[in-house]
């Protein structure tokens, strides 16, 4: 007699059981929120976020260094090694002294310390734009007058010139110059050759420059009258006056 949980044919089981299924498709069967392929999914979605955040950072980055509309004159005057000793022996680093000016009568200087030589260049440019002053030119490319300067052991002497004489100076007083937009100047300097002293000096005596327009306004006075009396003719003081005020 035939079992009753066999089948006439090949004696098998009625209730076969459906083989193991496989890892790959126990993978494919689950739900949309756990499978491998759905993790890497999520992957992705995080990277598209993150990549977001980074354009967001690079349009934020581009306000910040958007050109404010001003051109100005850099001259990197001089870079110097420094160390510094501390605990483990000596930490060395790097100075620069940076003059920065627009050509129009602003000029300023600054100078920083960093372990690389294009950070200290940063820092010191940094610093001159923010210590900038504003230096009166005759014509827009002279001095008014003559003018002395001193810091620590350094002397300087500025002159004015006639037109075409270039720019009578050396070293870190002809970067100052030029990037003050000075076309003719005779300058000596006595004393030390240390250029910070030299360029502080040198900005001493600019500072000390006014024009006879700004003594004019202090005075109640006319230009012209000014100039008259400093023994120019009638004429001249006239037209002076009237260039001055242009």
Do not use: C, W
């Amino acid at each position: 007699m035939a079992d009753e949980n066999t089948t006439g044919e090949g004696n098998q089981p009625a209730a076969v059981l459906a083989p193991e299924a496989t890892p790959q498709e126990v993978t494919e069967n689950r739900g949309p929120g756990r499978g491998r392929g759905n993790r890497g999914g999520g992957d992705r979605n995080r990277s598209d976020r993150g990549g977001g955040r980074g354009r967001r950072d690079d349009r934020r980055g581009g306000n910040r260094d958007e050109d404010q509309g001003e051109e100005l004159i850099e001259k990197l005057v001089h870079i110097n090694r420094v160390s510094k000793t501390v605990k483990g022996g000596k930490r060395f680093g790097f100075a620069a002294l940076v003059v920065v000016g627009d050509g129009k009568g602003r000029a300023g200087f600054g100078h920083g310390k960093a372990r690389e030589v294009p950070e200290a260049i940063s820092k010191a440019t940094a610093a001159a734009k923010k210590a900038m002053v504003r230096v009166p030119l005759k014509a827009g490319r002279t001095l008014h007058h003559d003018g002395l300067g001193h810091f620590g052991a350094g002397k300087v002497t500025l002159r004015s010139a006639p037109a075409g004489t270039g720019i009578i100076a050396g070293g870190p007083m002809r970067a100052v110059f030029e990037s003050l937009g000075v076309a003719d100047v005779v300058t000596k300097s006595n004393g030390t050759s240390n250029p910070y002293n030299m360029i502080r000096a040198t900005f001493a005596a600019l500072s000390e420059q006014t024009s006879p327009k700004s003594v004019a306004q202090r005075r109640g006075k006319k230009v012209a009258d000014l100039l008259h009396r400093g023994g120019a003719s009638v004429e001249v003081a006239q037209a002076d006056a009237e260039a001055i005020v242009e």
